[in-house]
């Protein structure tokens, strides 16, 4: 006879949930700008602090690095472990960047040859930062910097700085540039204004930031006579990507563009009329907002907005917002006393809900 057998009891493998942050906790903190990452996980800067929340923002952790003495100058947070935070030298030439990736637990720093600007990681090791060298009069002379080591070392690849050797005209010295968005190692779109109608400041490289072209798309049906001020284009892939545009003139609106070419061209969507902020969470997602008591959405690539009433007012206290979804959203607020809040939504802008008063 052959013996019974029993099937063997399979227990399920043991998991260990996710280690909870050791920072410390920041009561009411004034949230200057703000990067949230998903629904839970952000990173925000103030005057003085880098703070850090997994809670949707409801609980701020201080994940300040050491010797950090004022105001970040530049900041970027590739997710919620890894980070850099730019603090500017003595002059426009220097600087020291602290870099995270334990989510603010513990930080290194190094000098760097920059003292402000704009920062991007595509991945932990490579990165692009754009230095602002002094600006005056519609001109503003920039250097292009790269990193393949995490921000260790940082090797200059273009200037349009007048004054310095090896300078070059292909992103000319004329225009303020606002800043730099990269895609990959090779190409890349600095965004700006400068004072002429019929023109929306952007240039391009193609050749990981040696040389620029000018891509200046065209505005709209009626909006000819504008003035524009361009923000660096954001992508969700390889081919992908949006950028705001500011049209102002006797009408002012803002404009979103398109590209479903890698931003080798943008077409422009339906103008929205006011002068304010956009954020674009998907590529079908868009809202724009000049804080106001009408958010307006589009959940048609900007082929068509409706406005949505809210219910706040924020004029002139409007500093920044986010959505991360079609309903999931944040806004920074500033009053004339400097004082700073948190708002979120969960409906799409109807309803908005103090976090931090």
């Given at each position: 006879?052959?013996?019974?057998?029993?099937?063997?009891?399979?227990?399920?493998?043991?998991?260990?949930?996710?280690?909870?942050?050791?920072?410390?906790?920041?009561?009411?903190?004034?949230?200057?700008?703000?990067?949230?990452?998903?629904?839970?996980?952000?990173?925000?800067?103030?005057?003085?602090?880098?703070?850090?929340?997994?809670?949707?923002?409801?609980?701020?952790?201080?994940?300040?690095?050491?010797?950090?003495?004022?105001?970040?100058?530049?900041?970027?947070?590739?997710?919620?472990?890894?980070?850099?935070?730019?603090?500017?030298?003595?002059?426009?030439?220097?600087?020291?960047?602290?870099?995270?990736?334990?989510?603010g637990?513990?930080?290194?720093?190094?000098?760097?040859?920059?003292?402000?600007?704009?920062?991007?990681?595509?991945?932990p090791?490579?990165?692009?930062?754009?230095?602002?060298?002094?600006?005056g009069?519609?001109h503003?002379?920039?250097?292009?910097?790269?990193?393949?080591?995490?921000?260790?070392?940082?090797?200059?690849?273009?200037?349009?700085?007048?004054?310095?050797?090896?300078?070059?005209?292909?992103?000319?010295?004329?225009?303020?540039?606002?800043?730099?968005?990269?895609?990959?190692?090779?190409?890349?779109?600095?965004?700006?204004?400068?004072?002429?109608?019929?023109?929306?400041?952007?240039?391009?490289?193609?050749?990981?930031?040696?040389?620029?072209?000018?891509?200046?798309?065209?505005?709209?049906?009626?909006?000819?006579?504008?003035?524009?001020?361009?923000?660096?284009?954001?992508?969700?892939?390889?081919?992908?990507?949006?950028?705001?545009?500011?049209?102002?003139?006797?009408?002012?609106?803002?404009?979103?563009?398109?590209?479903?070419?890698?931003?080798?061209?943008?077409?422009?969507?339906?103008?929205?009329?006011?002068?304010?902020?956009?954020?674009?969470?998907?590529?079908?997602?868009?809202?724009?907002?000049?804080?106001?008591?009408?958010?307006?959405?589009?959940?048609?690539?900007?082929?068509?907005?409706t406005?949505?009433t809210t219910?706040?007012?924020?004029?002139?206290?409007?500093?920044?917002?986010?959505?991360?979804?079609?309903?999931?959203?944040?806004?920074?607020?500033?009053?004339?006393?400097?004082?700073?809040?948190?708002?979120?939504?969960?409906?799409?802008?109807?309803?908005?809900?103090?976090?931090?008063?």
């Open positions: 006879m052959i013996p019974a057998t029993s099937t063997p009891t399979i227990m399920p493998a043991a998991t260990t949930p996710p280690a909870k942050s050791l920072l410390p906790a920041v009561s009411s903190p004034a949230i200057q700008t703000l990067q949230m990452l998903d629904a839970t996980n952000g990173w925000a800067t103030n005057e003085s602090s880098v703070l850090r929340t997994e809670d949707g923002g409801k609980t701020w952790l201080n994940a300040s690095p050491a010797g950090l003495t004022g105001m970040p100058n530049g900041s970027f947070f590739l997710d919620d472990q890894t980070g850099w935070v730019l603090l500017a030298g003595a002059d426009f030439t220097s600087g020291t960047l602290f870099h995270t990736t334990d989510g637990q513990n930080w290194t720093s190094t000098p760097v040859p920059f003292g402000g600007g704009t920062l991007q990681f595509l991945d090791q490579n990165g692009w930062a754009m230095a602002g060298l002094g600006a009069m519609s503003m002379a920039v250097a292009v910097f790269r990193t393949s080591d995490c921000g260790a070392t940082w090797s200059q690849v273009f200037t349009d700085d007048p004054n310095a050797p090896n300078t070059s005209d292909t992103l000319p010295f004329v225009g303020d540039k606002n800043g730099l968005t990269a895609l990959d190692a090779d190409h890349a779109w600095v965004t700006g204004s400068e004072p002429v109608s019929n023109y929306i400041y952007v240039f391009t490289t193609q050749d990981g930031g040696r040389t620029w072209r000018e891509q200046n798309p065209a505005l709209p049906a009626g909006y000819n006579d504008a003035m524009t001020g361009a923000n660096p284009p954001h992508f969700f892939n390889a081919k992908d990507g949006i950028m705001q545009v500011g049209a102002y003139a006797n009408t002012s609106a803002l404009i979103l563009y398109i590209s479903h070419d890698g931003g080798q061209t943008w077409t422009a969507t339906t103008p929205v009329p006011l002068n304010g902020h956009a954020s674009t969470p998907s590529l079908a997602d868009f809202f724009a907002w000049d804080g106001g008591g009408t958010l307006y959405a589009s959940h048609d690539q900007g082929a068509s907005w406005a949505v219910n706040v007012n924020l004029t002139n206290e409007l500093v920044t917002f986010q959505f991360i979804d079609a309903n999931t959203g944040w806004v920074v607020t500033s009053d004339a006393s400097s004082h700073y809040k948190l708002y979120q939504t969960a409906d799409g802008g109807a309803t908005w809900n103090v976090l931090i008063p």
